[in-house]
């Protein structure tokens, strides 16, 4: 990131008390001897018993709350010979002048930023004001903070309009047949593969469709897992916040993750009152609910893989235990998705195998290399889907806020595989459904964790997520319900699966 | 449950409109022709204008607002031919004579109830009296419900001196030989097999330790699941209200769950604020969130079996398909548990098979008995383990929020399993781990979710959860850390984790 220029503006005085008679020439003399020493710029005058100072720091000098702070120490020494004392220290408002160059009035306007009172337009420079300034946030140097976030501002306003950027960058030969052109969940729900949970975007997969998910995984575990000797963890699925804070979710999704919030006590009795209502009535008051819980601990996972980044943090990691390659698939991740009907391609509840690796820059394109082989084998040979490829903005980038591709570097970034879903529609003009993910983060996570090595290696991480729904969505889509119709390769992972389904489980109506 | 004996007392008002002049004899002997014609004992007198009236009712009579309504519109008809008119029909309090026979005064002053606004003792009756009645409750009978909840809260009392049930029923004939007699979670945290994750009573399992996880999987696998025909589905993790209070979790341990809220709306910019102030200050104000949250849409997985049920609610299961046995591995189970350290063997995020089946009352407990057989053979021949086995209050009971077993027929509650730890001390007085149990609910969840079979066939409802950290814990604690060490017969699942634990993951200071 480019280094941000502005001026910081403080604006505070100081209350002289004691042998204080006006600002005689005597005092303002004493008082211009002391600022002459300050290498920043600063002004002052008195209004009564009030001197106001002000202290302006542009990025290379000292911070001006420190100046100003300095000035008050000098000033006390040097008034004490008066007999003259310094009280109400005070800083009034600090001001942010930002070169306005290319930004424009009419967006700015649009402009809210916590901490900033009002935003001006003045000879070509955009000023944040910033009133109520306490000292933990002044001494904190907070302030430096400010203009970041309204450049981040600015350029979500220029985003605004923008499409997420797509480059399609290959294609299968393989091209469907569509001898089965109905919607997968509509022939699941009437076979009992599954069946619609009571919570939005979820489903209770019968033993059906879970032998099929257990089929795939089986297919991933020879063809990926244990081929690229990935070993298998078990991340937490609680998220704490501090997690989320350092990869970005925590501001660049809030809206779309859960939260997990326990009681304010263990004791049952703060929900007597409730607990009575509902056996009374037989009705659940969900709105007294909130005020007997806790402030959120945390989120339930979203994107899997942020534990895994928190297990090394601060770690040298020796050379020789490189490469380091983890999956998890311990647990369903959660998203808030809008609402709206849709099918178990893309749900609220969701499971994913998560391959995470880390390692130095080459073995982490390498790896991400061989696992593209492998995906490729798996969807060219053995599963015969007529896919795709496409460059999009990278997954952490996009949960973090941002749009656009900013990082589009050769190696890093995030690769969508896509997969034509022949019930939605010529395939040309049809959405195609992304179905997993590759990506690599370079530096991002290491560096924001604190990631080393013990030697001089550079670590960067990479992460593919294989969505066990979006892997059968796909599958059902291109193949139909019949499992004797899936490709032959895949055969000998469904005898299971195969015997389940024919199985009477329930019937329904 | 015996049904309750109480008497249900309404006091009402109507205001005589019109043509009313006073209690004029002759209308006092209309309204007198009225209340004969009346089963329930009733009274009225006049205060000016406004009539009053008292009904009660028995458990077997009309219900005392519904006579009350009856009454007024006999006397609206009635009144009508003398051009008086009733206005204001209101109900200004009920309530709910129950007779105290064992009940102290002493008990009952501490209770309380929600709606009940005073509680009295008169002439050996407890009387609870409810004031500010709306029709919707008057209408739908919830004054019915007051006893019971009231009797409940009576029963809690009593049970709050008394120790949980516990009755030992068999101890295995192998002893532990205690050659390993320290504390597993701090040895595997020194040897990297899991790490303490920032998140209360929540651990990070390397592939150490899952490696482990997976060897008990595919023991049970081996020698439970496929053996008895347990076939594999994925029941949600995010619980609906509904289902709660059906299963009782939602009034019984409302403080040990953890709730689920989304944001309020999935526009982000109500998270603006929040951010900023991340941003700029790099502190997380967690105190702005609840006011961004949705009231809760459910809770995260608690018990693992409540899915299942609603999964079968209100359907005819033929006969022929009977019986269902499946089992759930798909994510962890939350609980929140008081504070404190303690080691893996007692955590807030744990791994669970959970086995559920539903059968004819023959067929559950044949399933049960064959499930202990399993589990006896693994515990006594392949894992050589020190156990024994204890009823225990159904956890059916005690996660609704009751601590005695008032269920404890031959074939119906719970059978925890414990094994002796030797870390903990002598074998006498050391508390032993629960690391699973077995339960038969009998026809609890088949009644609540009216589950029923298409021949003349009762069914019964059976499941029992096999904690992986608890099973690991055991094994540990009393075969030490060295895997070589562990049950020969189990040596053929320790293959992998054997390597795995070999390899130099990454070296902790």
Redesign the interface.
């Known amino acids: 990131m480019t280094k941000l220029k502005y001026t910081t503006v403080i604006k505070g005085h100081y209350i002289l008390k004691g042998n204080f008679s006006g600002p005689t020439p005597e005092l303002v003399e004493l008082i211009e001897d002391v600022l002459k020493k300050i290498k920043n710029k600063t002004e002052f005058n008195f209004n009564k018993e009030v001197l106001n100072i002000v202290v302006e720091s542009n990025e290379d000098e000292t911070f001006a709350y420190e100046v100003f702070m300095q000035i008050k120490n000098k000033l006390r020494d040097t008034l004490k010979t008066k007999k003259i004392g310094l009280k109400n220290i005070t800083v009034d408002s600090a001001e942010l002048k930002i070169p306005a160059e290319d930004l424009s009035l009419e967006r700015i306007k649009d402009i809210?930023?916590?901490?900033v009172s009002d935003i001006k337009f003045e000879n070509n420079n955009v000023i944040l004001i910033i009133n109520n300034l306490d000292e933990w946030?002044l001494k904190?140097q907070?302030l430096r903070?400010?203009p970041?976030?309204f450049f981040?501002k600015i350029e979500k306003l220029k985003e605004a309009g923008k499409k997420e950027f797509w480059e399609l960058i290959w294609t299968s030969k393989n091209k469907c047949d569509c001898r089965f052109t109905l919607d997968p969940t509509v022939e699941a729900l009437k076979k009992g593969w599954l069946?619609k949970?009571?919570?939005?975007g979820?489903?209770?997969?019968?033993?059906k469709?879970?032998?099929i998910?257990?089929a795939i995984e089986n297919l991933i575990l020879d063809e990926i897992l244990n081929k690229l000797e990935f070993?298998?963890?078990?991340?937490?699925?609680?998220i704490?916040?501090?997690?989320w804070?350092k990869t970005g979710h925590?501001?660049g999704?809030?809206?779309?993750?859960?939260?997990?919030?326990?009681?304010k006590?263990?004791?049952?009795s703060?929900?007597?009152?409730?607990?009575?209502?509902?056996?009374?009535?037989?009705t659940?008051p969900?709105?007294k609910?909130?005020s007997?819980?806790r402030?959120?601990?945390?989120g339930?996972c979203y994107a899997q893989c942020p534990?895994f980044y928190?297990?090394?943090e601060k770690?040298i990691?020796?050379e020789?235990?490189l490469p380091?390659k983890?999956y998890d698939k311990?647990?369903?991740s959660?998203r808030?998705e809008?609402g709206g009907l849709h099918g178990f391609e893309r749900l609220?509840?969701f499971?994913r195998i998560e391959l995470v690796w880390l390692d130095s820059i080459e073995g982490v394109i390498s790896i991400r290399n061989k696992l593209m082989e492998c995906y490729k084998h798996i969807f060219d040979n053995i599963l015969k889907l007529e896919w795709r490829m496409a460059r999009v903005t990278p997954w952490y980038y996009a949960q973090s806020?941002k749009i656009t591709a900013t990082e589009l570097i050769k190696e890093k970034g995030t690769i969508d595989y896509e997969s034509y879903l022949p019930y939605r529609g010529p395939r040309e003009s049809s959405e195609w459904l992304e179905f997993q993910n590759i990506s690599i983060h370079g530096d991002k996570f290491v560096k924001t964790f604190k990631i080393k090595c013990n030697k001089d290696v550079e670590l960067w991480t990479g992460c593919s997520g294989i969505g066990l729904e979006r892997w059968a969505v796909t599958i059902i889509s291109q193949y139909g319900m019949d499992l004797e119709q899936w490709p032959s390769n895949f055969q000998p992972y469904l005898k299971e699966a195969k015997q389940?389904i024919e199985t009477?489980?329930?019937?329904?109506p």
Chains 1, 2 share one sequence.
């Open positions: 809210k930023i916590e901490y946030f904190n907070f903070n400010i970041n976030v981040e069946k949970y009571p919570m939005q979820v489903y209770f997969f019968t033993p469709l879970t032998a998910f257990r070993k298998e963890a078990i991340f937490p699925k609680q704490p916040f501090e997690i804070k925590l501001t999704v809030p809206a779309e993750v859960f939260y997990l919030s326990p009681a006590t263990r004791d049952i703060i929900f007597d009152d409730i607990n009575d209502i509902i056996k009374i009535t037989n659940i969900i709105e609910y909130p007997r819980l402030e959120p601990i945390g339930y534990p928190w297990f090394f770690e990691i020796p020789n235990v380091i983890w311990s647990g369903p959660f808030w809008s609220n509840e499971h806020g389940i009477k489980l329930i019937t329904w």
